[in-house]
């Protein structure tokens, strides 16, 4: 079983920067990807960002240049710096991670951005 633990979510003002967190915990061996997802109020879960054990990175394109994904393997943790942040920006943020072809995510983790 695999647990995975967010935090770093909250409320901040357009413009400003959060940083999410992501530690994962239990019967884990390699974890091959990390992810986040978000999901805004009315939409689908879409991607924001991925990143491989080899640090091979995808983002969404829109989001490029304001979030930077990184992962430390010692601490199976996943991180996601969200910079210049803008009221669309604003969701439930679920860590995902990828182990042996199987996915885990996390209970989601609330962004809040004030105009």
């Known amino acids: 079983q695999v647990q995975l633990v967010e935090s770093g979510g909250g409320l901040v003002q357009a413009g400003g920067s959060l940083r999410l967190s992501c530690a994962a915990s239990g019967s884990i061996f390699s974890i091959d990807v990390m992810g986040w997802y978000r999901q805004a109020p009315g939409k689908q879960r879409e991607l924001v960002a991925t990143?491989?054990?080899?640090?091979?990175?995808k983002y969404e394109d829109s989001l490029k240049g304001r979030f930077t994904i990184s992962r430390d393997n010692a601490k199976n943790t996943v991180y996601l710096q969200m910079n210049s942040l803008k009221p669309e920006d604003t969701a439930v943020y679920y860590c995902n991670v990828v182990i042996l072809n199987r996915e885990y995510w996390g209970q989601g983790t609330q962004v809040t951005v004030s105009s």
């Open positions: 990143i491989t054990r080899r640090d091979i990175t």
